[in-house]
């Protein structure tokens, strides 16, 4: 206790000066400035695109039906999936966190393993049970069950964290259950859940390959309809720009709620656990509605899969059996793109995320704002506006491999950020200090102390980051070299010509490598990666 | 080995300076306390010294070579200075032998024999080589670092109150081993800490630094006996202050006429003497001041006593062995063993440092235990 208190004084007495005087090397400055402004650029290019069009122009390419239906389209379709994973999300955590559910922990692996599954997986596995599905009720059951994770998941995080004596006193007041829920849990929720509900909407404008399978019409599937077709000119970049800036003003509005996420505890004393309700007689409509959610955003998806992955018979629907060649060569192109955009995408994060956990101060900060605007930007953006600047500027770019890792690197260098940061947090500053008063330079730190202790934290955010990466669709299908097809470009090629039998092995191997690659995340997570740390 | 010698070293962060002109000198092999509340600026000064900040003003030089000027600043890694911080800063991913070797030139650090006599030079038996050190306790951690320090056979080592985060019994074991590591290695040391007893018993010098300058500089003995100001008195341990005055080479107060340690110009004084010098004894002196006991204050091996003086009504505080401790309600003779220090009074009746309790049943009773019994006052 004693040392803690002298051990913080002394981190306070340091840390608010560092802010002021350490001046960080010129050469992980450049790095960092390099990472930031590679995302910055199809923003930019974006947007002067979109400047450059005549006013009148402009004006009237926007204020147009289309437009006005694509955003209906998109808006409400934001609106609605948000609050229904709203629901979704903060009922199954109530459930999984507040009562006596049997096998808890089966459940809150079960209700947190749908985020290994792309949307548009889980839209192909609904758009091939049944043709009634499609358009904006389709999309918006797809949205919901791909995404309620991004709710559920924090959400329960805040749950454990609550004091149950807050409820007990609030209940010792003469508050109802309900009252005390709406009274004093929600509003300790309201961070967690609000940001989980941006990041929905967030998802949900950014999405592509669901809503094209569902011929459900967004932005998105807007703007690679126009690419395909050959119209991709003044329109096309006023309508990115139009996305760009609903994605904006969401990821803003998630900034915000995030920064001011936390509830000081007031008080001293040790927390307790809370104890879990007794479900009673309801246990049973619960553990059905449970089972339900896990069999419509697991089951289906994998049933579906499986049941087409036994469907040779049908010819007429699957022109051509994939051969066994094909498929490892997706498969491999899918691992070997994963891999080099992870490690793009941890080695453009590493300068930023170490600026900003090492020299916090307002350029820092600056740097590591812009690295998470990537997060605004859609894959469909980034894409469209690499293709324009490498035609333009570097004509041996275009379409070479090196361009999509760039655009893997960009798209997923927050996820990457958030890894980093989290891991350089938790090395403290003392060990690195050591090492140089023992003689060794920055190089040598790096290798020594800082590249050991952070290996665990970044090979877990690798796993994060090559996961997304070996399943991503949208910038894969736009910036993959000619003849290089991934398992994502296949079930995609496949489903959009109705060959659901040909998609499935393709299909079947993704959700593979995406469940296993999961599980051996989640493994080193739950290993304590800094045990016996004083 | 090496001489330490700073300079007017001057450092201010965003605007506010936190050391205004700091001059230190350490002769070669020896070890200085350096003493200071926290706040005072003794983490900032370690940190210009071991290179980890840059100095706005002032030298630091180590054995006649400049590290730091306000033109000059030698990278941390080039200045062979040890540093043993506060919490240890273990690597945890290392063992415990890995953790010795790390400072050492490549091709040694598979030296077994040499760190086997690294650790033994701090006491750790050679069988933990191989453990991780977390498995170590904290004392054993902190000799530890003491000994991944002293491997690349620094100029000079830095101790940043490497004792703070042990507990009492641990902390003195640790602190006379680390002593004696630091003695046998003959490595010139700086050891900051803000406790006055640990001061007081590692250094040979003791350099009390007070809102970012040298206050006093002195042997542990003299600093105790003959602190420059009241304010330094109470600062490094329980004082009796007493108003009085000098004449004729002594201090004249209510305890009697008493010597002085230090020559004082005549006139109104405080007189300052130890609790511990003010006794009781047996066969007083006819004109022994007297006294009755108002508290007790028992702490096993000794016991401080709460006395209000008969003729003046002052109260003054003593400091007996336990075993001899009186009873609340007894009157007693008293007699002061020993020099006393007289501070001249700036003007009549007021003090010119800081305003005095007039009373000292008005001082802080807490802080007494702290250079008694090796408690160290500490935030919870």
Redesign the interface.
């Known amino acids: ?3 803690t ?3 913080s ?2 981190g306070v ?2 840390a ?3 802010a ?3 001046r960080p090397p010129a050469a992980l400055v450049a790095a960092a400035l390099v990472g930031a402004t590679l995302v910055l650029l199809p923003i930019l290019y974006t947007i002067a695109e979109a400047v450059s069009v005549d006013f009148r122009d402009a004006a009237g390419l926007l204020f147009r039906p289309l437009v006005a239906r694509l955003l209906l389209n998109t808006v409400s379709l934001v609106i609605a999936a948000s609050f229904a994973t709203a629901v979704i999300g903060t009922a199954a955590a109530w459930l999984v966190e507040r009562m006596d559910l049997p096998g808890r922990n089966v459940w809150s692996a079960l209700l947190a393993a749908p985020l290994a599954i792309p949307p548009f997986v889980t839209s192909y596995a609904w758009v091939s049970m049944s043709n009634e599905l499609q358009d904006f009720a389709g999309a918006l059951l797809v949205v919901t069950f791909a995404y309620y994770p991004l709710v559920y998941l924090p959400v329960a995080a805040a749950l454990r964290g609550l004091d149950p004596a807050l409820e007990e006193t609030a209940r010792s007041l003469g508050e109802s259950a309900w009252g005390c829920f709406l009274r004093v849990v929600l509003p300790q929720l309201r961070p967690a859940l609000l940001g989980g509900a941006l990041l929905v909407a967030l998802d949900t404008l950014t999405e592509f390959g669901a809503f094209a399978l569902l011929r459900f019409r967004t932005f998105t599937t807007e703007l690679y309809a126009q690419y395909r077709t050959g119209l991709a000119g003044p329109e096309t970049s006023l309508l990115a720009l139009v996305l760009v800036a609903l994605c904006l003003a969401l990821l803003f509005a998630e900034f915000r709620v995030r920064g001011d996420a936390r509830y000081a505890r007031v008080g001293v004393g040790a927390r307790r656990m809370s104890t879990p309700a007794a479900l009673g007689w309801a246990r049973f409509p619960v553990l059905a509605a449970l089972g339900a959610l896990a069999v419509a955003t697991l089951g289906v998806p994998i049933g579906m899969i499986d049941y087409w992955l036994f469907q040779h018979a049908q010819a007429a629907i699957s022109p051509a059996a994939p051969s066994s060649p094909a498929l490892a060569q997706a498969l491999l192109n899918s691992v070997g793109y994963g891999l080099f955009g992870a490690a793009a995408a941890l080695l453009m994060a590493s300068p930023i995320g170490y600026l900003a956990v090492r020299f916090p101060s307002r350029w820092t900060v600056l740097i590591e704002r812009a690295a998470y605007l990537a997060q605004g930007v859609p894959g469909i953006v980034v894409a469209l506006a690499l293709i324009s600047l490498t035609v333009q500027w570097v004509g041996p770019l275009y379409q070479s491999p090196a361009l999509l890792v760039l655009a893997y690197a960009i798209l997923f260098l927050p996820l990457a950020l958030v890894s980093v940061r989290a891991t350089l947090t938790q090395i ?1 500053p ?2 690195e ?9 920055s190089a040598s730190v790096a290798w ?2 800082v590249a ?2 952070a290996a665990n934290g970044l090979g877990a955010g690798a796993a994060l980051v090559f996961i997304f990466v070996s399943t991503e669709l949208t910038a894969t299908l736009l910036l993959s070299p000619i003849g290089t097809r991934t398992l994502a470009t296949e079930v995609w090629a496949n489903t959009s010509s109705v060959a659901f039998a040909a998609a499935a092995p393709f299909a079947a191997l993704m959700l593979c490598l995406s469940f296993a690659v999961t599980w051996l995340f989640a493994n080193r997570l739950s290993r304590a990666a ?5 | 080995m090496a001489r330490l010698s700073v300079n007017r070293l001057s450092k201010a ?2 605007g506010t300076p936190v050391l205004r002109g700091v001059d230190l000198e350490v002769a070669s092999g020896s070890l200085v306390a350096v003493l200071g509340a ?2 005072s600026g003794k ?2 000064l370690l ?1 210009l010294l ?5 100095t706005d003003s002032g030298l630091i030089e180590i054995d006649g070579q400049t590290v730091s000027s306000p033109g000059v600043h030698l ?9 043993v ?9 290392l063992s415990v032998a890995d953790n010795v070797a ?2 050492l030139p490549r091709a040694e650090r598979r030296n077994r024999w040499k760190v086997e006599a690294l650790l033994a030079s701090v006491d750790l038996p050679v069988s933990y080589a191989s453990r ?4 170590l306790s ?1 004392g054993e ?1 902190q000799r530890l ?1 003491l000994a ?2 002293l ?2 056979a620094p100029k000079l080592v ?1 101790l ?2 490497p004792f ?2 042990l507990d009492a019994a641990l902390r003195v074991e640790t602190r006379q081993a680390v002593s004696a590591a630091l003695a046998a290695s003959g490595a010139t040391a700086l050891l900051v800490t803000h406790d006055q007893s640990e001061a007081l018993a590692m250094g040979l010098q003791v350099a009390v630094l007070r809102r970012g300058v040298m206050a006093q500089i002195a042997t542990p003995e003299i600093l105790y006996r003959q602190p420059i100001d009241i304010a330094m008195a109470r600062f490094v341990g329980e004082a009796v202050i007493l108003p009085g005055t000098v004449r004729g080479g002594a201090a004249l107060c209510a305890l009697g006429r008493l010597p002085l340690a230090r020559p004082a110009q005549d006139g109104l004084v405080d007189v300052m003497a130890r609790p511990e010098q003010i006794r009781f004894p047996s066969r007083p002196n006819v004109d022994a001041p007297r006294a009755r006991v108002l508290s007790v204050t028992f702490y096993g091996h000794d016991a401080s006593v709460l006395l209000e003086l008969e003729a003046s009504a002052e109260r003054v505080m003593s400091l007996v062995p336990g075993y001899r401790a009186p009873r609340p309600g007894e009157d007693v003779h008293l007699r002061v063993e020993g020099t006393v220090m007289a501070y001249p009074r700036a003007d009549n009746g007021t003090e010119s440092a800081e305003p005095l309790p007039s009373r000292i049943s008005q001082l802080p009773m807490e802080p007494l235990s702290v250079g008694l019994l090796g408690i ?1 006052e ?3």
């Not at chain 2, 990278?75 to 540093?83: D, F, L, N, T």
């Not at chain 2, 911080?85 to 991913?93: C, D, T, W």
């Open positions: 206790m004693a040392a208190a002298s051990a004084q002394a007495e340091a608010g000066v560092r002021v005087v350490a403290p003392g060990l200090e050591a090492a140089r008063s023992l003689g060794q330079n020594r102390v050991p202790l800094f045990a016996g740390w004083s | 962060f965003a926290s706040g983490t900032t940190r071991s290179g980890f900040e840059r990278a941390p890694e080039k200045r062979r200075i040890g540093y911080a506060q919490e240890g800063s273990l690597f945890p991913h790390f400072g991780a050190p977390h498995q904290g951690q670092a991944r320090a491997a690349p830095l940043d109150e703070s985060s160290k500490d935030l919870p």
